[in-house]
């Protein structure tokens, strides 16, 4: 297991010398502050309001304004409608709303994990195929250490990479969020739109519920372009193909939901969160349990396929 570990930390060392990593850091750092910079000068008024004690009297006079509006401007049903629903939710069940704060502004920036899909990918996709370019695979493989260790031991630092990324993002956007917009507490409730209807929500669960969801996707694609950096040593090649099939997937799974089989394609069953909040899941029939049969199965035919091209290869020609 000693080996396993050194083999694992000499790939981040490796990792962390390039300039390309500090440069995906970097770039989510930039992402966080200008979102909130923007979040927090071109938001919505009614996003950062405080409310007083008669704060049921105020929604109630928002209410009557927006329904004025509406009367006035047809176009402004579009927004006002769903403020309206809102406030009659938080009249309804008797909760105070709470202005816009730190915690809110993490939950929102979960879509920035598509972004680390597409760093992950890069990385996963040259940690195999860079060292066959350049000839530093012999130089790797003539130590005492099994190929499979040493394939191992990079798919693993894939992950960590990905999961440092994903806990900068986390702290990146709490601190950014904290002190553009404030903090409503350690752990308050907020007021979404579950599209049908509002629910009232501890704000950890939901950032937990939702970074965690994303990083099924983050997971499989990662294992896909480490699978084709393994099998056909070209970085290009596994970086255009998954982030093809990364962006494209919802696109072709919704071409294909007419036919039965389209359940087994990959891209129907990464999203596990379809099967939360009352949501239908993409092809009728499907459950949680079949998607994560489903997505076990294509994770071991990835990682199975890798480790058959890279442990059976001969490199005494490269």
């Known amino acids: 297991m000693s080996n396993f570990m050194k083999l694992i930390w000499n790939e981040q060392i490796k990792l962390y010398a390039k300039k390309a990593t500090w440069v995906m850091f970097a770039v989510i750092l930039v992402i966080a502050i200008g979102g909130g910079l923007i979040t927090k000068f071109f938001g919505t008024e009614s996003d950062f309001k405080e409310y007083g004690d008669n704060w049921q009297t105020e929604l109630q ?9 509406m009367a006035d401007d047809e176009f402004a049903g579009f927004t006002n409608e769903f403020i309206i629903a809102e406030n009659n939710y938080h009249l309804e069940n008797n909760i105070k709303p709470q202005p816009y704060d730190g915690w809110e502004y993490v939950l929102d920036n ?3 994990t598509s972004v680390i899909s597409l760093f ?4 996963a996709a040259g940690i195999i195929s860079n060292e066959f370019k350049w000839g ?3 130089l790797l493989l003539i130590r005492p250490i099994s190929r499979t260790k040493i394939l191992f031991s990079k798919y693993v630092s894939v992950l960590i990479f990905a999961l440092t990324l994903l806990v900068f993002l986390l702290l990146s956007s709490w601190l950014v969020g904290a002190l553009l917009f404030g903090l409503n507490g350690l752990n308050p409730m907020v007021v979404q739109d579950m599209m049908p209807g509002y629910a009232h929500n501890d704000v950890l669960g939901e950032i937990a519920k939702s970074y965690g969801f994303s990083i099924v996707t983050l997971v499989m694609m990662a294992t896909f372009a480490f699978m084709i950096s ?6 290009g090649m596994a970086i255009g193909l998954a982030i093809f099939l990364m962006m494209a997937g919802n696109t072709i799974v919704a071409f294909l939901s007419q036919y039965e089989w389209s359940k087994f394609i990959l891209f129907a069953n990464t999203n596990l969160e379809q099967y939360t909040n009352g949501m239908e899941p ?3 029939g499907m459950s ?15 990682i199975g396929a890798a480790w058959a ?10």
């Open 230 to 235: 393994a099998i056909f040593r070209s970085s």
């Open 288 to 302: 949680m349990t079949f998607s994560i049969i489903v997505l076990l199965v294509y994770f071991a035919i990835f």
């Open 282 to 284: 993409t092809i009728p």
């Open 120 to 123: 992950t990918i890069i990385v």
């Open 110 to 112: 979960s879509f920035l």
């Open 136 to 138: 530093t695979i012999k």
């Open 309 to 318: 091209a890279f442990t059976k290869r001969d490199v005494a020609g490269n």
């Open 61 to 69: 006079a928002e209410n009557e304004q927006l329904m004025a509006e």
